[in-house]
T-cell receptor, first 116, second 112 residues
């Protein structure tokens, strides 16, 4: 397996534009996580899915952020409209549930988003 | 979820053993302790996980005392490439689901 694949790797957009980040989890994994990382706030969990169902989106900063997982092999994180403070590295991760133990999550390379 | 406390930063030199301790006083009975490593410009990477006593793999060892209120990640003979941020996670299993919450981590700098 090629691991967790995120696209694009880099995104530069103007304030007010819609941004869509994409993630392909590892085949067979039933958890998918979206994180945002900044120097100030560290690694923040935004939302996670189990079997394509959103379980906890309490980390989503505001209504401008939305995430979907239409099937087991694809997820999107959308920001509309984007703002400069959304600039960060966004990571997607996936894992396989083994009943609480061995919760090894595999992370993608991240998408570096810059909103100007 | 159990709160974790670990040093913000540590410095070491090549060839030395590095021990990073994480405190988790309110760890629950069913909680596992997991450590991740993150290099600059990369996502975190799983290092090791344990429940009690000692766990060792090809990368590190994890020591967990009997009361499980702390744990120590041990990196033998570090090299410059071990410079990274190390995260301790506890209580990732919440409400029947795996919820991976990362703290601030420990920034390890290995010097020549």
């Amino acid at each position: 397996d090629a691991g967790v694949i995120q696209s694009p790797r880099h995104e530069v957009t103007e304030m007010g534009q819609e941004v869509t980040l994409r993630c392909k989890p590892i085949s067979g994994h039933d958890y998918l996580f979206w994180y945002r990382q900044t120097m100030m706030r560290g690694l923040e969990l935004l939302i996670y899915f189990n079997n394509n169902v959103p379980i906890d989106d309490s980390g989503m900063p505001e209504d401008r952020f939305s995430a979907k997982m239409p099937n087991a092999s694809f997820s999107t994180l959308k920001i509309q409209p984007s703002e400069p403070r959304d600039s960060a590295v966004y990571f997607c991760a996936s894992s396989f549930d083994r009943g609480g133990m061995n919760t090894e999550a595999f992370f993608g390379q991240g998408t570096r988003l810059t909103v100007v | 979820l159990a709160k974790t406390t670990q040093p913000i930063s540590m410095d070491s030199y090549e060839g030395q053993e590095v021990n990073i301790t994480c405190s988790h006083n309110n760890i629950a009975t069913n909680d596992y302790i997991t450590w991740y490593q993150q290099f600059p410009s990369q996502g975190p990477r799983f290092i090791i996980q344990g429940y009690k006593t000692k766990v060792t793999n090809e990368v590190a060892s994890l020591f967990i005392p009997a009361d499980r209120k702390s744990s120590t990640l041990s990196l033998p003979r570090v090299s410059l490439s071990d410079t990274a941020v190390y995260y301790c996670l506890v209580g990732v299993f919440s409400g029947g689901y795996n919820k991976l919450i990362f703290g601030a981590g420990t920034r390890l700098a290995v010097h020549p």
